[in-house]
């Protein structure tokens, strides 16, 4: 049988920001580096190495630091030639493989994330595509979330949503998901539902920022009222996916960090620098002496 291919992806960064504000007033949270590389070139670098060759930005007006990122910058790399930073140079270049092409999108009112969506959908077309939401960092190791998701489409030609256990108080801020008793980290999902309370909560499996759609949603979407907290909501679009089509979850191995709050970030900024070949070893010396010295070891 003829392996479905996925080659194009939608990166939704037309959010405001807003629990990074002041930061996020002019430049956009996907930039916000990691160490080195700001959180939309890890979702990009996940998304490439997954197979994807089209990639889809759905921008807002403050998020053109974006586009140029990843536009070459001819300035920069004479004068880094000039200067003999080859290194550097190369680094820059790298950015983007040749092979793989960008549009961009805008969302003039961020009116959700499923609003987000539909935005791309003249460009993603009657194909399944997936979505990435570069605020998700998900460290999987040796593994690649996004590959897993797509072995899973290509053996049942359905969507799957990354999804990833969560602490009960912590329901109330995801899209949660209904799974068979005896869940073994895959499956079919049978509902999905935005927000829940605890208590009526139908798990403790929050869908996290991956996502492969069929073009099927897009239908869904259309169909869509505003939900929780007046926006478009793409967990409301999947659950109504699933009465014309199977859905899938995936629960992927490794770490996800939450970089649209303070502390996801700063989180994830540790553990990067503490893997980073150039700060590795000045990182754990540095938080050694840090915690004696304002004794906060807990
Ligand atoms: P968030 O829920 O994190 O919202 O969006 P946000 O606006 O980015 O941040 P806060 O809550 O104000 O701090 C999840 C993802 O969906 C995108 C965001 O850019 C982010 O990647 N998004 C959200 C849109 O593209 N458009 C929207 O209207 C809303």
């Given at each position: 049988m003829k392996k479905l291919k996925i080659k194009k992806a939608v990166f939704p960064v037309a959010g405001m920001g807003t629990r990074f504000l002041p930061a996020t007033k002019a430049n956009p949270k996907e930039m916000l580096p990691v160490v080195d590389k700001p959180l939309i070139q890890y979702a990009v670098e996940e998304a490439i190495a997954a197979g994807i060759t089209e990639l889809i930005f759905v921008t807002s007006n403050s998020k053109r630091a974006i586009e140029d990122h990843f536009d070459s910058n001819y300035e920069l790399e004479v004068k880094l030639e000039t200067q003999q930073k080859y290194a550097l140079l190369q680094t820059v270049r790298d950015i983007l493989p040749a092979n793989i092409r960008c549009s961009y999108v805008r969302q003039h009112d961020p009116l959700g994330l499923g609003h987000a969506i539909a935005c791309a959908q003249h460009i993603v077309g009657e194909e399944a595509f997936v979505v990435l939401l570069?605020?998700?960092?998900?460290?999987?190791g040796s593994a690649n979330c996004l590959q897993e998701m797509i072995t899973i489409y290509q053996q049942t030609s359905a969507s799957v949503v990354a999804v990833q256990a969560v602490q009960a108080a912590d329901v109330a801020k995801y899209g949660i998901v209904a799974v068979a008793e005896g869940w073994q980290g895959c499956g079919e999902i049978f509902d999905i539902v935005e927000k829940p309370e605890p208590a009526s909560a139908p798990s403790k499996l929050a869908a996290v920022g991956r996502y492969l759609l069929t073009p099927g949603i897009f239908s869904s979407l259309a169909q869509v009222s505003a939900g929780k907290g007046g926006e478009i909501q793409l967990t409301d679009a999947i659950a109504l996916l699933l009465a014309q089509e199977k859905v899938y979850g995936y629960q992927f191995p490794g770490i996800r960090y939450d970089c649209g709050n303070k502390m996801g970030y700063l989180k994830a900024t540790i553990a990067y620098a503490l893997k980073h070949p150039e700060i590795a070893d000045q990182m754990k010396e540095y938080l050694s002496q840090f915690s004696t010295e304002n004794e906060i070891i807990t």
């Amino acid at each position: 049988m003829k392996k479905l291919k996925i080659k194009k992806a939608v990166f939704p960064v037309a959010g405001m920001g807003t629990r990074f504000l002041p930061a996020t007033k002019a430049n956009p949270k996907e930039m916000l580096p990691v160490v080195d590389k700001p959180l939309i070139q890890y979702a990009v670098e996940e998304a490439i190495a997954a197979g994807i060759t089209e990639l889809i930005f759905v921008t807002s007006n403050s998020k053109r630091a974006i586009e140029d990122h990843f536009d070459s910058n001819y300035e920069l790399e004479v004068k880094l030639e000039t200067q003999q930073k080859y290194a550097l140079l190369q680094t820059v270049r790298d950015i983007l493989p040749a092979n793989i092409r960008c549009s961009y999108v805008r969302q003039h009112d961020p009116l959700g994330l499923g609003h987000a969506i539909a935005c791309a959908q003249h460009i993603v077309g009657e194909e399944a595509f997936v979505v990435l939401l570069a605020d998700d960092l998900i460290d999987s190791g040796s593994a690649n979330c996004l590959q897993e998701m797509i072995t899973i489409y290509q053996q049942t030609s359905a969507s799957v949503v990354a999804v990833q256990a969560v602490q009960a108080a912590d329901v109330a801020k995801y899209g949660i998901v209904a799974v068979a008793e005896g869940w073994q980290g895959c499956g079919e999902i049978f509902d999905i539902v935005e927000k829940p309370e605890p208590a009526s909560a139908p798990s403790k499996l929050a869908a996290v920022g991956r996502y492969l759609l069929t073009p099927g949603i897009f239908s869904s979407l259309a169909q869509v009222s505003a939900g929780k907290g007046g926006e478009i909501q793409l967990t409301d679009a999947i659950a109504l996916l699933l009465a014309q089509e199977k859905v899938y979850g995936y629960q992927f191995p490794g770490i996800r960090y939450d970089c649209g709050n303070k502390m996801g970030y700063l989180k994830a900024t540790i553990a990067y620098a503490l893997k980073h070949p150039e700060i590795a070893d000045q990182m754990k010396e540095y938080l050694s002496q840090f915690s004696t010295e304002n004794e906060i070891i807990t």
